[in-house]
């Protein structure tokens, strides 16, 4: 089967390095990317009292790499939408969809409370979530169509005319992360996260409900087949000492940049609110992100939780059930993703940069992953 394959980035904080040479070294990244032929590069967006995300702008980053790039799909994922107004973005949407040549693809979700409590959003979870919902609509709306009129509980537009639209006809591709269900239910391409275990009845489940919610067979609007892909962060390097010497100082680092400064920032403040569970509930109603019994495979031997161990052994399964790590040589890599391949998914996404990894790592596994593995699934 046929891989596409992906990016996904933070754009983190590198020890010893200004922040113009790291924004330089990454647009330099982008364009190996493009020119190697993966599919998109996924950006993700987060803000302070966060540290994991150098390019809160999304929009401001992917402008510049619009620039120096001339295929790969730039993807903002995602457009936190509770805090945004939808008006700004539809029309910066607009313009960064033509500066691009058509290449902008449109992640969405709701971010976390945190964030939202921090920049003066509505912060309690449900209407955090209504919010998320009433700016999808707008921003669906106001890209489709001429004049933009909607009554809302947070925005009321009348009759507005909509001067700018998107080169792409109605919108921009969409996606939608961890959550296969709500990707399908609105026809959106997904990304997940966790290990190959969950990842193959999440890919049964999106197969499932696509054909249920947008009909069998059925092409995305923009009409392409949908993309659903797996979040890997990896090293590959010449042995497989050298990978896991690699990666283990860089994902310690990339957890505590996922997880610490938010919580430390709560409890500074004594904002208990946020604290524990507090810090990423989930509002009431929504389905969940694991795939039922329907949709699991055959059962795993006794004491068997995982299709394949992980290469490399970088991170304990407690230690984070979302974003997982692998490393290793090219031969491991590829074993790999011949076990990924045979769950169906016909996207694959890569972060090879992550923590406080120096950049000739990265550089070393982007080199091998282009040379050593890609051309084995295309």
């Known amino acids: 089967m046929s891989l596409q394959f992906g990016v996904f980035d933070h754009i983190e904080p590198i020890p010893g390095q200004e922040l113009d040479q790291i924004y330089h070294d990454r647009l330099s990244q982008v364009e190996r990317f493009d020119a190697a032929g993966f599919y998109a590069y996924h950006l993700a967006e987060h803000h302070t009292p966060a540290v ?18 001339q295929r790969i799909k730039l ?53 955090n979530f209504m919010k998320y919902t009433e700016t999808l609509d707008i921003i669906r709306q106001g890209l489709s169509h001429d004049a933009l009129t909607y009554a809302g509980e947070f925005y009321q537009f009348n009759d507005l005319p909509m001067r700018l639209r998107p080169k792409q006809q109605p919108f921009p591709p969409l996606w939608y992360m961890r959550n296969v269900e709500i990707a399908a239910r609105e026809g959106m391409h997904s990304i997940i996260v966790g290990n190959l ?11 499932r409900l696509w054909d249920e919610y947008q009909g069998k067979g059925a092409k ?42 938010r919580r430390l920032e709560a409890e500074r403040r004594g904002l208990k609110q946020f604290l524990g569970a507090g810090l990423n509930p989930r509002p ?32 304990e399964q407690a230690r984070s059930a979302a974003f997982r790590v692998v490393a290793g040589t090219p031969p491991t890599i590829r074993d790999y993703l011949d076990e990924y391949v045979s769950t169906g998914a016909n996207y694959f996404v890569c972060a090879f ?8 790592i990265a550089e070393r596994s982007i080199e091998l992953f282009i040379r050593d593995v890609m051309p084995h699934y295309q």
């Open 52 to 69: 994991h995300s150098l390019a809160p702008s999304q929009n401001v980053f992917l402008a510049a790499a619009s620039r120096t790039t």
């Open 75 to 127: 993807c903002p994922c995602i457009y936190v939408l509770p805090l945004h107004h939808p008006l700004r973005l539809i029309e910066e949407i607009c313009m960064l969809d033509h500066l691009s040549g058509g290449r902008l693809e449109v992640g969405v979700g709701r971010g976390g409370v945190l964030e939202a409590y921090f920049w003066g959003s509505d912060w309690d979870v449900e209407r």
């Open 353 to 360: 940069h992550f923590g406080n990894m120096p950049e000739e």
């Open 197 to 207: 275990d969950g990842f193959a009845a999440n890919v049964r489940r999106y197969r």
């Open 220 to 261: 995305t609007l923009q009409g392409s087949d949908p993309l659903i892909g797996l979040v890997t962060h990896m090293v590959i390097a010449d042995t497989e000492e050298e990978a896991v010497q690699a990666a283990r100082p860089a994902w310690e680092e990339y957890l505590w940049n996922l997880t610490t400064p």
């Open 284 to 315: 009431s109603g929504l389905p969940d992100r694991e795939a039922g019994t329907e949709d699991q495979a055959t059962q795993m031997p006794p004491g068997r939780h995982q299709r394949q161990e992980e290469p490399g052994q970088v991170t």
